[in-house]
């Protein structure tokens, strides 16, 4: 079974509309971490957050904002007022600290269309 | 400061031949992974070097692939008798101390084409 799961395989918006990126992950571990990682067109992975499983606050940078419910593990990502320079692939991913693995989802590419 | 650098960006082999991709992580830092991403897919993991503790060679997917990190420092991936399978971006990332739980940090990758 996937370890992380990003079901929206391509993404399209018009610019300024608001997207959301879902992230669904699957552990049996009590602390883990999760991320979400940038890869625009360049191709270098950016970091962008990381969350430990003992903190469901949401969190706001800029545009960005990110929503962990435990209760349906996922931790989603929104972007709002989209820009062309959001276009790229966006990836999720899961550590657990019992198992010392990192997981990654298959990723979702955004497009944003001026 | 100076993030993970990788060379080459670009390689072209032919089938059968073997290549070394090269990474540098970026200073101080312990841990160094590599995975490789082909065409529209994830990142699949490959090895990890965690400091002075042995590699996890779990995910290299045949005897063909090795790697090596000399001095804590630079990796060097290899890639015996490529085939063009092998075909795919090949990244390395590091983080500060050798805990999945930290930050890893993504280099520009090395595109490989086997053909």
């Known amino acids: 079974a996937q370890k992380v799961t990003q079901a929206q395989t391509e993404i399209s918006v018009v610019e300024k509309e608001d997207v959301t990126l879902d992230c669904v992950y699957e552990?049996?571990?009590?602390?883990?971490?999760l991320f979400w990682y940038k890869q625009p067109p360049s191709g270098e992975l950016v970091f962008l957050i990381r969350?430990?499983?003992?903190?469901?606050q949401n969190e706001i940078s800029g545009r960005y904002s990110w929503n962990f419910q435990k209760s349906t593990s996922s931790f989603n990502f929104t972007i709002t007022a989209s820009q062309v320079v959001d276009s790229a692939v966006y990836f999720c991913?899961?550590?657990?600290?019992?198992?010392?693995?990192?997981?990654f989802g298959t990723g979702t590419s955004l497009t944003v269309i001026p | 400061g100076a993030g993970v650098s990788q060379s080459p960006s670009n390689k072209v082999t032919e089938k059968g031949k073997d290549v070394e991709l090269r990474c540098d992580p970026i200073?101080?830092?312990?841990?160094l992974y590599w995975y490789r991403q082909s065409l529209g897919q994830g990142l699949e993991f490959l090895i990890y070097?965690?400091?002075?503790?042995?590699?996890?060679k779990s995910g290299l997917p045949s005897d063909r692939f090795s790697a090596e990190r000399t001095g804590g420092s630079v990796s060097t991936l290899t890639i015996q008798r490529t085939q063009q399978e092998d075909s795919a971006v090949y990244l390395c990332?590091?983080?500060?101390?050798?805990?999945?739980?930290?930050?890893?940090?993504f280099g520009p990758g090395t595109r490989l084409l086997v053909l």
């Open positions: 990332a590091s983080s500060l101390v050798a805990d999945r739980r930290e930050t890893q940090y």
């Open positions: 552990t049996r571990d009590t602390t883990y971490y």
């Open positions: 969350r430990n499983s003992f903190d469901e």
């Open positions: 991913a899961l550590s657990e600290v019992g198992g010392n693995q990192f997981y």
């Open positions: 200073s101080g830092h312990t841990a």
């Open positions: 070097f965690q400091g002075n503790s042995a590699p996890d």
